[in-house]
């Protein structure tokens, strides 16, 4: 987990000011890891639960079966073609990290009646990464942010077992280190990025974080 801790630190000094989609992109630069942005890690597993323009979308790719059922092995040039065109079809990552590129990465419900197949763990899947900037929420609006990222995680089998790591973005005069020691415990940094700080939180495995408690509880949020 250091070694990719590090080289998520080094991109962010390597840019000038820091922005979402450039810091993902620049993952995959002088690394031996692959970093795969906006990873689908879940698709639909039956036209129905899609509308009908996205539905059609799918037909028209060849991605359905006769009885309206999802393909499910996919390339990952595929995949990022369909998750453009058929946005409500996919359940997407920031990034996830791999020490080996696939040829196909295969997909599976859990149950014959769950709306989606989800991404099965080829061997080497190391990480997720989810980035964001968030100039003028709240503690607390920060912290559901960074739950909804995780829960949506956590509902994929594959990513429970590999490392998280959470890149936030903030004004220099915005604190939230209650927050990162509260789900990230002492594992955390932060860099200094042109007009905002950006804090780096992580844990070796997604379930591993705690998430059963709140540094704002829903019942005192306003």
């Known amino acids: 987990m250091q070694e990719i801790i590090a080289h998520i630190e080094k991109s962010v000094h390597d840019l000038e000011a820091f922005e979402t989609e450039a810091f993902l992109e620049l993952l995959d630069v002088d690394s031996h890891l692959h970093w ?28 359905l ?9 996919y390339s990952f040039e595929a995949l990022q073609e369909l998750s453009k065109e058929a946005t409500n079809a996919f359940k997407q990552v920031g990034a996830l990290c791999i020490a080996k590129e696939s040829d196909s990465y295969r997909y599976a419900p859990k149950r014959p009646a769950d709306k989606w197949k989800k991404v099965l763990d080829n061997g080497s899947f190391k990480a997720v ?3 964001g900037v968030y100039d003028d929420e709240s503690l607390c609006e920060i912290e559901t942010k960074l739950r909804d990222l995780m829960r949506s995680s956590k509902e994929v089998p594959a990513l429970k077992p590999i490392g998280f790591v959470w890149v936030a973005a903030l004004p220099k005069e915005e604190l939230i280190g209650e927050l990162l020691t509260h789900y990230f415990g002492n594992c955390f940094l932060g860099v200094d990025c042109g007009n905002r700080y950006v ?24």
């Open 36 to 63: 795969k942005t906006h990873f689908p890690v879940a698709i639909v597993h039956h036209k129905s639960r899609v509308d009908e323009a996205t539905a059609l979308v799918l037909e028209r790719e060849g991605v």
């Open 65 to 73: 079966d006769d009885e309206g059922f999802t393909r499910s092995e």
């Open 129 to 131: 990464v989810e980035a």
């Open 199 to 222: 804090y780096i939180g992580w844990n070796d495995t997604l379930g591993g974080i705690d998430m059963r408690h709140f540094v704002c509880p829903p019942a005192k949020e306003k």
